[in-house]
């Protein structure tokens, strides 16, 4: 069994990100401007976001953070995505999900500019991704094959199933996976809560990718010997013997699969760090697409 480390893979990415920064720099360019607006204090959404400024830093990309409070009105924040979008300074923003109940996120995903959505969840970046032209691409996934091409994980002609159908993880992974790319030319089965016999269906998997927010859901009996393991979970479960009460669980019950696995991604430091390099990826590019 190999670890797929996404912290070291991260790690070479924001290096190659550090000298394109300088290079601009070199050249007399702007250099890229990420927003992260948070809405409300959930620990997970706030760690999430933190990490985002912190790799913008180490980069040397320019950041900003605008933070909410969970009552801020769906018109006052509409107000100022339309604010960033009209922003000249600002590249790239993003707006972390999930957002209080009363406040609707698909409306707040379509009001921000697919040219400044380096999340890649507004529909018109999401069509392009299906129709293979020019956007941006969703972080995780595009993560996720990130991940697979630099770690030379063979994926043509492989069957990969993955388990949960979430509009930012499964359905667009499904399809990057399936494309004729590489990686991609996998022949892709999406499984969900009514996914009939679920246990065999993921037995036959050559790549398994898990996200679906529970726990140590896919056990070894579930797994093929020798199966690349992605786990997408970070689901905080109360832990007594750590310092701050809580552990990060993976979707994947990672002492009993992983001596089963040619390769697999840890919890923590598997996908959470490749999803923050995508971001920033994503975030470079909207100097090129957006011609800076
Ligand atoms: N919530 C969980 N993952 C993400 C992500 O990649 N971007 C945003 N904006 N919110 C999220």
Redesign the pocket.
Known sequence: MQLLDGKATAEAIRAELRKAVEERKENGKKIPHLA?VLVGSDG??LT?VNAKVKACDEIGFQSTLIQYQSDISEEALLHKVNELNNDPDIDGF?????LPDHIDELKVTEAIDPKKDV?G?HPMNLGNMVLSLPGFL???PAGIMELLKRNNIETSGKNCVIIGRSN??GTPLSIMLSRNSSPGNCTVTLTHSRTANLPEVVKQADIIIAAIGRPEFVTADMVKDGAVIVDVGTTRVPDATKKRGWALKGDVKFDEVAPKCSFITPVPGGVGPM?IAS?MINTLRAMDLNNK
Do not use: C, H, M, N
């Open positions: 992260a997970g959404s999430y993003i707006v972390q999900l999930p999340d969840f969703p972080a995780t930012i993880v999803t971001l």
